[in-house]
């Protein structure tokens, strides 16, 4: 069973479209954080979130922290082709900083 | 360019082939982690090293040995590798710091491995 488990696990939408994908889990995280990773390529960050309920924004993208801290969001508005890849959410667990937990990603398609 | 490099970036080896993976990382990081990413699998954790130890070996088959020789190098030495072990190797860092809740890990481009 996957500690972090993300979805949709696949996504195909139109360019200009809104969307939202999901990380959730049962267990405590000190942080999470999403990357996104071409085909080939390694995965790249996107952005840490670290206090429950924070909200980051990076252009298009709002990643959100749940209150908890055992889950996190990703909506991306206005979704444009550039967007389109593998989306991973990963993080430590609570105290135990050096083990990163993959969820098993969210493949996004903006068609043009 | 996330300041991980990995070489070489493709790789197709033979299973009774001796090989090696390098990873240099240029970011002061002081824990350093080799997984692997296959087809259809989500990223699995192989190995750790933190200040050059090995904290974490994730039931990975003796065919793979990891050296950490510094802080900023990690290796991992294939050999007798199996067809199933083809997938994308990649490397990360990331600054352990005791206490501090954003712990970030920074990956390379991977190395592309085929086993034949």
């Known amino acids: 069973t996957q500690l972090l488990e993300q979805s949709p696990q696949f996504l195909s939408i139109q360019e200009g479209e809104n969307l939202t994908v999901y990380c959730n889990s049962s267990?405590?995280?000190?942080?999470l954080q999403w990357y996104r990773q071409e085909p080939g390529e390694g995965p790249v960050l996107l952005v840490t979130?670290?206090?429950?309920?924070e909200v980051k924004k990076l252009k298009r993208l709002t990643f959100q922290f749940g209150d908890a801290r055992k889950d996190s969001s990703l909506h991306i508005t206005a979704a444009q082709p550039g967007d389109t890849g593998l989306y991973l959410c990963?993080?430590?667990?609570?105290?135990?900083?050096?083990?990163?937990?993959f969820g098993s990603g969210t493949k996004l398609n903006v068609k043009p | 360019e996330t300041g991980v490099t990995q070489t070489p970036r493709h790789l197709v080896m033979g299973m009774t082939n001796k090989k090696s993976l390098k990873c240099e990382q240029h970011?002061?990081?002081?824990?350093m982690y080799w997984y692997k990413q296959s087809a259809k699998k989500p990223l699995e954790l192989m190995f750790v090293?933190?200040?050059?130890?090995?904290?974490e070996n994730n039931s990975v088959p003796s065919r793979f040995s990891p050296e950490c020789p510094n802080s900023s190098h990690l290796f991992l030495h294939l050999h007798t590798l199996q067809p199933e072990d083809s997938a994308l190797y990649l490397c990360?860092?990331?600054?352990?710091?005791?206490?501090?809740?954003?712990?970030?890990?920074?990956f390379g481009q991977g190395t592309r491995l085929t086993v034949v």
């Open positions: 970011l002061g990081h002081n824990a």
């Open positions: 990963a993080g430590p667990l609570l105290y135990n900083f050096n083990k990163f937990y």
């Open positions: 979130v670290v206090t429950g309920g």
């Open positions: 990360a860092s990331s600054q352990d710091q005791s206490g501090q809740m954003n712990t970030e890990a920074f």
């Open positions: 267990s405590v995280f000190s942080s």
């Open positions: 090293y933190s200040l050059e130890e090995r904290v």
